[in-house]
Structure formats: C-alpha cells, structure tokens
C-alpha cells in the first residue's frame, strides 16, 4: 500500500508538469501533418461514420436502441472507447519509449503514463461536445442524471491509471506484452459494448451476459449511457460497482508495486 501512496503522490505534486509535457506531446505529435491538431477530432470522426454505416445503417437497420436513436447510443460508447483505447495503447509504450527522456529531465518516471491520458483529454473533450450537440439535436435535454458523469470520468481515469503503470511497467519488462495488448483491446473491443448491446444477449446466452458485465470497461461505457439517456444511478448497481473498484484496486496495487520494485532498473531492460 506505500507503493500506491508514493505512485499517486508523485502524481498530484507533478500535475504542472504532466499538463505542460501533454500539450508539448499533442504540438509534436502532428506538427509535421498540414491539418495538424484537427487530425485528432477527424480521425475519430471518420471511425465513427464507418462504424455507423457498417452496425447502424447495415447491421441495425437504423433502428432505436430502447428510446434513444442508435447514432447517439453508439456515440456515448465509442467516443468513451477511443479514449481509453488511445490511453492504454499510448500509456503502454509510455515508459518504454521515453525512460531516456525522464532520466536527463528528473521527473519520476510514473507520470508518463498520466502524461499520455491527459494528452488525449483535448480529443476526447471535443467528441464530447460533439455528443452533446447530436444529443440536443434529436431532442435529448439535460436531467439531474447527468451529474453522475462526473463519478464515470472519475472511474474512467483511475482505470486506465491502475491498468496504464501496470502495462507501461511490463511492457519495458516483457516486449512482446504490447502486441498482445493490442490484440486482446481489439477483442475487447466487441466485448465491451460501444457499438452493440451485450444485454440483447439475456435471452439466449444469460450466464455469459452476466460475465461480460464484469468487464471495467463495459461498467464505464454502460455508465456513460446510464447518465446520459438510461437515467440509472450508480449505486442501483452495486455488485457491479463493487467489483469494478476492487479490480482497479488490484490494478493499481500490482502495477504500483512492480512499478517501484523494477523503476530503478528501467534502463537496463532497455
């Protein structure tokens, strides 16, 4: 538990940095591209458009998911998606690619993978405004559910730190860790509901339904809609809930501790 400590600690006495070192990354990420940061509202945007006409227009037929337009049930879920895909994926590599960076500038090294999360903050805040334009537009006004957002992000964010330093951690250690992670998020990905409802699956496959539910990403992405268009509070869901923070929990501890146990030795496996 000292580990979780020292690994969070070193995270709030270096938000300055993380903020400034996030914004360096997003300049020189695309300074050499002519559209340059535009390319991180566009490239989500053009996913979007082949993931509606491929699962709305084709698989779904257009059709309403409950009372809600599916274009806009699939936007609370993929836009949630592309963030925390971007953030693991990124957040893997973090340690790995700039240990080198971190040793000349005397900043702990546990803040790269916050670095690389608050670095996608400004594509993912504009989706979301695009979300809330869409929303209006089809007539879905604001309740006192959407307060509970604030909770979700909560949730989304200490998710893909605990899960980012335990990646980011062995990745250095086991290079080959990356690519498996890649495959496993790709599978994931259908798994944890951002362009189809698992729960249509009740019917026919109600013990798998209920294995899926236990996946944290599914728990963040479901919430997502809860607040925006189900009107669920969280706390109506507290099996659910339980074991969504006691994984992270897992995580966070696993990754702090190995994190501080091999950090010292970091450029060695490099």
Not at 29 to 56: D, E, K, M, R
């Amino acid at each position: 538990m000292n580990n979780v400590i020292l690994v969070l600690k070193e995270q709030f006495q270096n938000l300055g940095i993380i903020r400034r070192v996030s914004k360096y990354e997003d300049k020189a990420t695309y300074q050499s591209h002519y559209l340059g940061l535009l390319w991180q509202v566009l490239n989500p945007l053009i996913q979007i458009a082949i993931y509606y006409l491929v699962f709305g227009v084709g698989a779904q037929q257009d059709r309403e998911t409950g009372q809600t337009p599916y274009i806009i049930w699939m936007l609370v879920g993929i836009i949630a998606w592309f963030f925390i895909n971007a953030s693991l994926l990124g957040g893997s590599n973090s340690i790995y690619y700039k240990v080198g960076m971190v040793s000349k500038m005397k900043f702990p090294v546990s803040i790269l993978p916050s670095i690389n999360i608050a670095s996608n903050l400004v594509s993912y805040g504009v989706m979301m405004v695009i979300l809330l334009l869409s929303m209006f537009s089809f007539g879905i006004r604001p309740s006192i559910y959407w307060i509970q957002y604030i909770y979700y992000f909560f949730c989304m964010i200490m998710f893909l730190f605990s899960f980012g330093i335990l990646n980011a951690t062995i990745t250095v250690l086991v290079r080959d860790y990356h690519i498996m992670l890649q495959s496993v998020l790709r599978l994931l990905f259908y798994l944890s509901g951002p362009i189809w409802n698992i729960e249509t699956l009740g019917n026919r496959f109600p013990i798998i339904v209920n294995i899926l539910q236990l996946n944290p990403l599914y728990y963040i992405i479901d919430g997502f809609r809860d607040s925006f268009l189900d009107r669920v509070w969280f706390w109506e869901k507290p099996t659910l809930t339980l074991i969504f923070w006691l994984i992270t929990l897992i995580l966070l501890t696993l990754g702090s501790h190995l994190h501080m146990k091999f950090r010292a030795r970091f450029m060695d496996f490099i």
